[in-house]
């Protein structure tokens, strides 16, 4: 008597559609996400003016909320996946990891539909979806890969801590380290969405280092959608987007590439303090699903963890910013290139010269430009807002919460066996699902039935012990009495694991039952 053997049991004796009825959520999910998107393009876009009628400060504050809007496929691509892994119920013929993944990547694709017109309205530019795609998976090959690798880890992994869990957990994490070492950059080569710098690149990133005296170890062009760079200081490896390579111009590239080599001199001690926020986003994400098991004292540990990191990494990042800057500063070929170069960069991919707050990783575009030999012609810009931004966030994720919170308010109304019938099929079910079916049939006089539910639901509900003991009941009243005296065995091991009074009497109301209807032989 497997697990396996009740589950599959209970589903025999429901209609056959019941395990496959799930397969409605990937449509239902991906319209969500497509409508969310389209609703948070609709309401970033009407702020959003021709470049002709506004300074680019201006034109970027406006679009705000077109680049928080960016983050929607991703976003809504996690809850969907997570909200049919946690729906997906035991009686489902589908795989819920498989399913949890094939759901979020539906969705990630559905709601990055709507990106490319946002875009190309809001930057004045074409774009093709097929660009907006291959940038996503720039970013989270080389850039973040810690999130899509902790998504995978979290949806393989077992519902309880096992060893094969932490072997997956502990796998995932190499894998992330291996990747803040460069190894994914051998992966982004061979997906195309990186690849070895061209000549032209090459000769000033060569120059640059020499002057500096900061060997590289690699440079390459990369896929990421607008104008960027980016260092690697563990391989000491060098990024630089295709965007960034057609607006800047050799010098440009020259004072850009000199920040970032700012970034690759940095202590060894600073480079290997980078992988701490990385691994820790990891682990917050691949190990989500225990954090029920969690002791508090985890929890604390965690929470503390996450707090100091959260108020101590901006500042140091901010601090290697300006660290970087210098250098930048210092090895300009003409005075006043590199902030020509910042502001080309950020009027290219309309990043708003002041940001809300304290900004984020970097320091404020327009306080970069007053330290440097061009200060800006024009006054300080107010930041953009922070609560338009949000709201167009939360339009967009709205749509696919709506069907969660929907799909778990039916679930608790469903009472009558066709309900729950449905429930099963469309909601996942539960033990307690379970439970109420074997009390319907046991009042339909269908011990046989009552029997495999309760049964069932005791292998879903592992210290209970009402579930065996109603199972041994039934079991016995049909005179199945193996099976009666295995579910008054369990109960009774539940029993001890966790005495109550009201725990004892329930199972010995049983055991006189089973002991009368299936007597020990003589």
């Known amino acids: 008597m497997g697990e396996i053997d009740w589950i599959e049991a209970a589903r025999r004796i429901l209609p056959a559609w019941v395990g ?55 976003v809504v691509a996690v809850m969907s996946g997570f909200f049919v892994h946690r729906q997906l119920g035991p009686l489902s013929n589908v795989y819920r990891s498989l399913f949890g993944i094939l759901v979020g990547a539906t969705c990630y694709l559905a709601a990055l539909l709507r990106m490319p017109g946002m875009i190309a309205r809001t930057f004045e530019r074409p774009v093709r979806y097929a660009e907006i795609a291959r940038s996503h998976l720039t970013a989270w090959v080389l850039i973040a890969p810690m999130i899509p690798l902790g998504l995978v880890i979290a949806l393989l992994l077992p519902t309880t801590p096992s060893s094969g869990g932490f072997l997956l957990l502990g796998l995932g994490l190499l894998l992330c380290v291996a990747a803040c070492w460069g190894w994914a950059i051998p992966l ?24 500096m005296n900061v060997p590289v170890t690699g440079v390459h062009e990369i896929g990421l959608y607008g104008s960027n760079a980016a260092a690697l200081p563990l391989p ?11 607006v800047l111009s050799d010098a440009e590239i020259a004072a850009i590439c000199a920040h970032e080599l700012g970034h690759v001199a940095e202590p060894r001690s600073v480079a290997l303090s980078r992988v701490v926020p990385v691994v820790y986003v990891y682990l917050a994400i691949a190990a989500s699903p225990w954090l ?82 061009r200060p800006p012609s024009y006054p300080r810009p107010a930041p953009p807002s922070t609560w338009r931004a949000a709201f167009v966030f939360a339009l967009g994720v709205a749509p696919t919460a709506a069907i969660f919170i929907g799909a778990a308010t039916a679930r608790s109304r469903a ?108």
């Open 415 to 522: 009472e009558d066996a066709n309900a729950l019938v449905r429930s099963l099929a469309f909601l996942g079910g539960d033990a307690n699902d379970l439970g109420r079916l074997g009390w319907l049939r046991s009042d339909a006089d269908d011990s046989l039935g009552a029997a495999t539910f309760f049964s069932a639901a005791s292998v879903l509900r592992p210290g209970d012990v009402y579930y065996p003991a109603e199972a041994a009941y039934h079991w016995s009243r049909i005179e199945r009495c193996p099976e009666a005296k295995a579910h008054l065995q369990m109960a009774r091991q539940r029993l001890a694991a966790r005495p109550t009074e009201r725990r004892e009497n329930a199972v010995q109301r049983t055991a006189d039952w089973v002991t009368t209807m299936c007597p020990a032989p003589r």
């Open 20 to 74: 496959w009825a799930y397969w409605i959520w990937l449509p239902l999910y991906a319209l969500a996400a497509w409508i969310g998107a389209s609703l948070a393009r609709w309401l970033a876009l009407r702020g959003v003016r021709p470049a002709a009628d506004l300074h680019w400060t201006e034109r970027a504050r406006a679009a705000h909320p077109a680049t928080a809007a960016g983050a929607i496929p991703i």
């Open 292 to 373: 029920g098991h969690a002791e508090p004292i985890h929890w604390l540990g965690f929470g503390i963890g996450g707090l100091l990191l959260m108020v101590a990494v901006p500042p140091l990042v901010r601090r290697f910013e300006r660290g970087a800057d210098a250098a930048g500063l210092a090895h300009e070929d003409v005075p006043g290139i590199y902030a020509a170069a910042l502001e080309k960069i950020g009027r290219d991919n309309l990043t708003p010269a002041v940001m809300p707050g304290r900004a984020g990783s970097h320091p404020h575009l327009y306080d970069r430009l007053l330290s440097s030999d």
């Open 236 to 246: 000491r490896a060098l990024l630089f987007t295709e965007r960034a390579l057609e």
């Open 188 to 211: 982004a080569t061979l997906m195309g969405v990186a690849r070895p710098a061209g000549t032209r690149l090459s000769e000033i990133v060569s120059a640059v280092s020499r002057r």
